[in-house]
């Protein structure tokens, strides 16, 4: 079951109840990000990477009110996990923008405030929603696109025969592997945004 079919209130519902541990949402048995699937190449380590991390983002902001998700961390840090979602989702877009050259306008950083995705990340039940509907759509292009291409040596779309144009000659699979260790990095930093709202740790 993809949790990106449910919305947030059933995602909370579904990843909050935990029998073993009371500090996970759920038994290790029942983790999402466990499956059967056995991985035999370079492009399903990517892919498998990128869909444990995505889930595991989800599972860090599961069964949070719209304060909660706009809480910073520690000043003068303005970190929240809505901040983070839409920091993802920039991300997304960024990637598509590398490899597929495509027109897609940053959504929340601006000339004026570059740090806009984390700024405007502010306690309201609609700028939450709207965060992760903007995020599970990028995350469908980005998926789109990857799928789309079946060699992982395919060059990104900023560079031609004449040259290298802004952001170099990248492989799908640079960027790709530099897609993975964004969202790993910023897992860690939803442990940490977790734990100080209400003490749980998760797995």
């Known amino acids: 079951m993809d949790p990106r079919e449910h919305d947030n209130?059933?995602?909370?519902?579904?990843?909050?109840?935990?029998?073993?541990?009371?500090?996970?949402?759920?038994?290790?048995?029942?983790?999402?990000?466990?499956?059967?699937?056995?991985?035999?190449d370079e492009r399903g380590t990517l892919?498998?990477?990128?869909?444990?991390?995505?889930l595991t983002v989800e599972m860090k902001c599961a069964g949070l009110d719209a304060e909660q998700m706009a809480r910073r961390s520690v000043p003068p840090s303005t970190m929240s996990l809505l901040g983070?979602?839409?920091?993802?989702?920039?991300?997304?877009?960024?990637?598509?923008?590398?490899?597929?050259?495509?027109?897609a306008?940053?959504?929340?950083?601006?000339?004026?405030?570059?740090?806009?995705?984390?700024?405007?990340?502010v306690a309201d039940a609609?700028?939450?929603?709207d965060a992760w509907r903007q995020w599970r759509l990028e995350v469908e292009r980005t998926d789109r696109?990857?799928?789309?291409?079946?060699?992982?040596?395919t060059w990104n779309a900023g560079f031609s025969d004449l040259?290298?144009?802004?952001?170099?000659?990248?492989?799908l699979r640079?960027?790709?592997a530099a897609h993975v260790n964004e969202y790993a990095r910023h897992c860690g930093h939803a442990d940490l945004l977790r734990e100080r709202i209400d003490g749980r740790v998760g797995q």
């Open 9 to 40: 209130d059933t995602t909370a519902a579904r990843w909050t109840v935990a029998t073993v541990y009371a500090d996970m949402w759920v038994d290790p048995d029942d983790d999402p990000r466990e499956t059967d699937a056995e991985i035999v």
């Open 47 to 54: 892919l498998e990477g990128l869909r444990h991390y995505r």
């Open 84 to 103: 983070l979602v839409r920091h993802l989702t920039e991300d997304e877009r960024h990637f598509r923008r590398v490899m597929a050259g495509e027109e």
């Open 105 to 121: 306008p940053k959504l929340y950083r601006t000339e004026e405030d570059r740090d806009g995705d984390w700024n405007g990340a």
């Open 126 to 129: 609609g700028v939450v929603e």
């Open 145 to 153: 696109f990857i799928a789309g291409v079946e060699d992982l040596g």
């Open 163 to 171: 040259g290298p144009e802004p952001g170099g000659k990248l492989q």
């Open 174 to 176: 640079d960027v790709l």
